[in-house]
């Protein structure tokens, strides 16, 4: 069965200060692992999606690495604006469903 | 381009009751995915359609049903209504139902059960 672990589940920062998040997956043939971000009273909003192993993405402060048992979201210099959940998903076989994990709270303080 | 849109936003109901959600993907979309946000269980996927035919369903009881209109639009429905439904139902939607295809999501329709 496909399955994806986040951690931690809540994670304060301070302005500035670098961190990472964590997500474990077990999966039958990776066809995909994304990253998204979800604000309080909205939708998911898409970040990143990591096929194969090695590779990694990044957009502004954030970068997304993948290897063949985990991901990361790695938040650089991260200011208030970053406060949000950051979910991570698989897709598994081809015709499965995409399955979440249940995200990371990332609280950024000035 | 307009985004997947969700009807309503906000509702509330009482046990026993139905409910029918609405769902408008993005033009072009053919498949259409649901998924319910609860904060103790996260993101749980309900089902999926493509071309009017379900294509994926998760592992919640019969009262939780869904359909797809030529035009893609989609909607479900919860039957006798339970206070464990309370919860964020989202809709997402993407070109086609195949591959690693990203999902795009609507702002949701939060559902309160008294």
């Known amino acids: 069965e496909d399955q994806v672990t986040q951690s931690p589940e809540a994670l304060r920062l301070q302005e500035g200060e670098s961190s990472s998040l964590n997500c474990s997956y077990t999966?039958?043939?990776?066809?995909?692992l994304f990253w998204y971000r979800q604000d309080p009273g909205k939708g998911p909003e898409f970040l990143f999606t990591?096929?194969?192993a090695g590779e990694e993405k990044e957009k502004e402060r954030l970068k997304a690495t993948l290897t063949k048992k985990e991901s990361f979201l790695h938040i650089t210099a991260p200011k208030p604006e970053d406060s949000a959940t950051y979910l991570c998903?698989?897709?598994?076989?081809?015709?499965?469903?995409?399955?979440f994990g249940k995200g990371t709270t990332l609280s950024v303080s000035s | 381009k307009a985004g997947v849109t969700q009807t309503p936003r906000y509702l509330i109901k009482t046990r026993g009751q139905q409910v029918t959600l609405s769902c408008s993907p993005i033009?072009?979309?053919?498949?259409v995915s649901w998924y319910q946000q609860t904060p103790g269980q996260g993101l749980q996927f309900l089902f999926e359609?493509?071309?009017?035919?379900?294509?994926n369903k998760g592992n919640f009881p019969g009262r939780f049903s869904g359909r797809q209109f030529s035009n893609s639009r989609s909607e479900m429905n919860v039957s006798t209504l339970e206070l464990g439904d309370s919860a964020l139902y989202l809709c997402?939607?993407?070109?086609?139902?195949?591959?690693?295809?990203?999902?795009?999501f609507g702002a949701g329709s939060r559902l309160t059960v008294l």
């Open positions: 997402a939607s993407t070109p086609s139902g195949s591959g690693a295809n990203v999902l795009t």
């Open positions: 998903a698989v897709r598994g076989q081809a015709g499965t469903a995409l399955i």
């Open positions: 359609y493509f071309s009017e035919t379900q294509r």
């Open positions: 999966v039958s043939g990776l066809r995909g």
């Open positions: 990591l096929y194969s």
């Open positions: 033009s072009g979309h053919r498949s």
